[in-house]
């Protein structure tokens, strides 16, 4: 049987010490873990940690975006030098993949990627993934690693995506851990109160739970797990340790999927329940239909659709940019973005 992709989040804030040091401890416990784990996934392991590691390096460290760059370049070689070392005692070789966004928005980049990653597996090499902070800019940024993560199984059509968290799991209302949730619905939504950001990270539940509905739409598990226990990773796949989300069927075609995972962030149209209800027929969706634009994109990107409530219905390549996009969104009869090139979601 053909080995399944295994996608692993871990956040700042469980690797990090508060000074900024990596925890060597968990790294321990997570590529032991690894290793194990190896034998019958191909693995893909998204690690935070860079900024918090370089930072200490620059002198009044404010947080600014350049700074973030000069400070995940510093610390990029530290991070990956201490995997580099861990992995070794199991016989496995890592290696450093910075991505930026244009690996997912364009097709002919996104192949190369996944020929790249197929190539590291077939070596037995374990891709340790971050964002190429050096060269990304707030416009093109990922949100954060949750979405990385979520972008790369739904690339590599992960059977499970395992995030990280500080909390150990998805919390009901008297903090405790929900075992497992079959369906991301507003009552779950409900629960995260407000954004929550880490001390080093970037993301929160919020984030979190965001990316896990898309992931789950696309017919990928999710667990949402702590690093307490010896063996975090194959407790959380063994679901004895976290929150499970389960996956819901999908009949999804790869380059659909690739539509899908190119589009998160770049930019939003939001439409009117007509649009929506158009949209959720299977129709193409026509500019009198928006009522707002988010962000800037060039014709053929992909950005989301949603409702005017926020809900993400779908994502779309569309058919003109943002600019022209704006010029036309009381215009009848002319279409932003055919239905041949619309994923609902």
């Known amino acids: 049987m053909a080995q399944k992709v295994l996608v692993i989040k871990l956040g700042s804030a469980v690797i990090t010490k508060t000074n900024g040091d990596i925890n060597k401890r968990v790294i321990q416990k997570i590529v032991s873990d690894i290793s194990r784990l190896s034998k019958s996934y191909k693995i893909v392991l998204v690690s935070s940690g860079a900024v918090s590691s370089g930072k200490k390096y620059i002198e009044n460290y404010k947080g600014t975006l350049l700074q973030r760059k000069v400070a995940a370049a510093i610390g990029n070689p530290i991070l990956i030098e201490i995997y580099r070392n861990y992995f070794k005692k199991f016989g496995l070789t890592v290696a450093q993949a910075l991505c930026e966004r244009g690996h997912f928005s364009d097709r002919k980049q996104f192949l190369q990627l996944r020929d790249t990653f197929k190539t590291f597996w077939a070596h037995n090499v374990i891709p340790v993934v971050n964002e190429n902070d050096v060269i990304s800019d707030l416009e093109l940024k990922f949100s ?149 634009i988010e962000g800037s994109f060039a014709q053929g990107e992909v950005v989301q659709l949603m409702t005017e409530d926020g809900i993400i219905i779908g994502v779309a390549k569309t058919k003109m940019s943002s600019a022209d996009m704006k010029k036309y969104i009381k215009v009848k009869n002319t279409v932003a973005a055919h239905a041949n090139d619309i994923v609902l979601i």
């Open 144 to 292: 954060d690693n949750d979405e990385l993560a979520t972008l790369l199984a739904i690339a590599f059509d992960a059977e499970t995506l395992v995030l990280c968290t500080s909390v150990g799991g998805f919390l009901d209302t008297n903090k405790q851990i929900i075992k497992e949730v079959k369906s991301i619905d507003t009552t779950v939504m409900s629960l995260v109160k407000k954004e929550e950001k880490s001390e080093f990270g970037l993301g929160g539940m919020l984030s979190k739970l965001t990316f896990t509905r898309l992931a789950t739409n696309l017919g990928i598990h999710v667990v949402m797990c702590g690093l307490q226990s010896d063996t975090p990773i194959v407790d959380a796949l063994g679901r004895k340790n976290g929150t499970w989300f389960h996956a819901k069927k999908s009949t999804l075609k790869n380059r659909q999927k690739w539509l899908a995972s190119g589009s998160i962030t770049l930019g939003n149209i939001k439409v009117d329940k007509g649009a929506a209800k158009a949209i959720l027929e299977r129709k193409s969706l026509l500019t009198v239909g928006i009522v707002a």
